[in-house]
């Protein structure tokens, strides 16, 4: 005795219609979800790359792969923030025309790209 006798097939294909439907809406969020995410993403590199932070990244030798992978997209912003509200640009700059500074002194992200270096 199958449980598909006590279902009429009218039954069975709404159930399907509905579950078919369902999958796709759920296919359909997650394939949006992830074009929004790498917009998003692309985004904050695009504004990491404008800032003097992709200089300093550079300049410590990390590679800007490492640099994605080993910080969330929190920190990330946080560096953004950072180095655009920085206190010390006019040294930051003077440094990367080629001024000798230690970047420990006013970089704000220093310390946190210097721990991503030595990981």
Known sequence: MSIFNDFSPQTLMIIGIIVTALFLIVVFVVLRDSIIL???RKDQHARIHGLLLSNMIQRL???FSKYTE??????KEKHIWACQ???DLG???SMFLGKESDPQNFCPNFDELKKIKET
């Open 38 to 40: 790498y917009r998003a």
């Open 61 to 63: 030798n990390i590679p």
């Open 70 to 75: 080993s910080t969330n997209d929190l920190e």
């Open 85 to 87: 509200r920085c206190h």
């Open 91 to 93: 040294e930051c700059e």
